[in-house]
């Protein structure tokens, strides 16, 4: 059950992260599994992090001023998260957009350096934007980043568990789920957890629908509930 921190500069400022530290502390403490976080907010929250869960450094991103939301530039390496305590790293792949080619060779040297030094590499892997939810179209952008060798994929749920299932079976490295097109609620959120977890999903990475959320307490334990133990989401009142 990981929480990712990274949305904020290719979407823009939250009034929730204004200061993140509070919820970093909470999570870290024990609340989440993980974190998604960039480096130099790792480095200045570095004692709410001290002691507490593993975090994955964010490798690329792009600002929410971008005419191109695709691009997603270099900002980080392995050797880098290393030297800051991360546990792995994370990247984004755009399939079919005009810099797929680019973002696959970044993925396949992250893969090469994460061997190298023992790192493992979660890849972000997207289908095109009118594709999103489609379940041939996600399961194809899993496979080509299992395929270049990323230890895990965090992709979006198709809505449905039925399609999602062949995802997953498709994908011979585990996969965890972030965007869905069920509702931004609190409901919506637990069903995404627990339809994603009855079709196969190794677990999910929530990021504004966490963060965003005013009592993201009951949610985030309503999460653990749903990819820790029955898969069934608690009443949320």
């Known amino acids: 059950m990981l929480v990712g921190f990274d949305q904020l500069v290719p979407r823009g400022l939250h009034p929730a992260l204004a200061d993140p530290g509070p919820l970093l502390g909470w999570l870290a403490a024990g609340a989440a599994d993980g974190l998604v976080l960039h480096a130099g907010i790792a480095v200045q929250y570095s004692g709410r992090l001290a002691g507490g869960c593993p975090w994955l450094m964010k490798l690329t991103t792009n600002s929410a001023l971008a005419s191109d939301s695709t691009v997603r530039g270099r900002i980080g390496s392995v050797e880098q998260a290393l030297a800051l305590g991360a546990s792995g790293v994370a990247l984004n792949v755009f399939i079919a957009s005009r810099h797929e080619a680019a973002q696959l060779a970044r993925l396949a040297d992250a893969v090469a350096s994460g061997a190298r030094w023992g790192i493992p590499v979660v890849a972000f892997m997207s289908s095109p934007q009118q594709l999103q939810f489609d379940p041939d179209a996600v399961a194809y952008a899993c496979r080509i980043g299992a395929e270049i060798g990323a230890d895990v994929i ?19 490295v585990p996969v965890i789920v972030e965007e869905s097109p069920l509702p931004m609620t609190p409901e919506g959120t637990l069903a995404t957890a627990r339809d994603a977890m009855a079709a196969g999903a190794a677990g999910v990475l929530f990021g504004s629908r966490i963060w965003a959320e005013p009592d993201a307490r009951v949610l985030v334990s309503g999460l653990r509930r749903v990819v820790h133990e029955s898969h069934e989401p608690p009443p949320i009142h």
């Open 154 to 172: 965090k992709t979006d749920f198709t809505g449905d568990p039925r399609t999602f299932a062949s995802v997953v079976k498709q994908c011979p």
